[in-house]
């Protein structure tokens, strides 16, 4: 049975976010017992359960109420958020603190052969990506035509296996574009990992809980820096 009085704080149960995000909450002083396979973990010192999942069902356990928090790539809850404007359903989600970790930039990349004067230079690509929403908002603002595709995994691939013209991925070091022969030509999104709430009522267990957490997440930050 669920306690209601409990916060729940969704993160990445593997990937990149996950030891980050772990490691901020113990500093925060969350004692959190992470058995290996369990979703959700129960604090022994605080009224917090941590629920570990893979990140991109974190936008929608914040914006359909399942959990109060989640910890998540700002690129990740954004996509969602485009994902859901064309359902009825409204955004449902507040960013409370950027974190200093999972930076990143979700960039449009070429061949490195392939001649690049500016965005007009991509006009009518087929561009492959896990990202289409994003993609799709940047591109139409600067009124750039383009077809696309999806791919949830080697998308750098793309391009050398014939099977789109350019590539809109995530970026961090700038090495798998080099190895696969790619050039980053345009930032189109920035992020990092970001803590953020579900909208809606809250209790003022809750909120006190929230605002004592935001605080120590704070300190750590500031500590880090
Ligand atoms: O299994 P699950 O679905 O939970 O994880 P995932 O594989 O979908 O995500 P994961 O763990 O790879 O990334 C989680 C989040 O980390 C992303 O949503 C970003 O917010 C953030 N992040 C930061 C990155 C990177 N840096 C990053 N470099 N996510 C992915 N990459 C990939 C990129 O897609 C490319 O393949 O790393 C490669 C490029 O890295 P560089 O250093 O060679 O440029
Ligand atoms: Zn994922």
């Given amino acids: 049975m669920l306690n209601k009085n409990r916060l729940r704080i969704a993160i990445q149960k593997s990937g990149r976010l996950s030891q ?38 974190i936008p929608g356990l ?9 910890i998540i790539g700002k690129n990740v809850i954004e996509e969602e958020s485009l994902r859901r404007n064309i359902d009825p359903k409204k955004i449902l989600y507040t960013i409370l ?15 490195i052969s392939q001649k690049y004067i500016n965005l007009k230079s991509l006009n009518n690509f087929r561009i ?5 929403y994003l993609l799709k908002k940047y591109l139409d603002q600067k009124k750039i035509n383009f077809n696309f595709f999806i791919l949830n995994g080697s998308v750098e691939v793309a ?12 970026v961090s070091t700038g090495a798998t574009l080099e190895a696969n022969g790619l050039k ?4 189109i999104y920035s992020s990092t990992a970001c803590l953020v709430s ?15 957490l935001m605080t120590r997440i704070q300190g750590v930050i500031k500590a880090r820096e």
């Fill in 20 to 57: 980050e995000s772990i490691k901020l909450l113990t500093k925060c002083g969350i004692k959190i017992n992470l058995k290996q396979q369990q979703l959700i973990s129960f604090s022994e010192n605080m009224p917090i359960d941590v629920v570990r999942v893979r990140d991109d069902d």
């Fill in 62 to 70: 914040v914006m359909d109420q399942v959990v109060d928090l989640g």
């Fill in 97 to 111: 603190q950027r974190l200093d970790f999972g930076s990143c930039r979700l960039s449009l990349s070429i061949p």
């Fill in 128 to 132: 492959a990506t896990s990202y289409p």
């Fill in 159 to 170: 391009p050398s296996a014939g099977l789109s013209d350019a590539i809109c991925d995530l």
């Fill in 184 to 187: 980053e030509v345009e930032v």
């Fill in 198 to 212: 579900r909208t809606g009522d809250v209790s003022d267990i809750k909120k006190i809980l929230i605002n004592k």
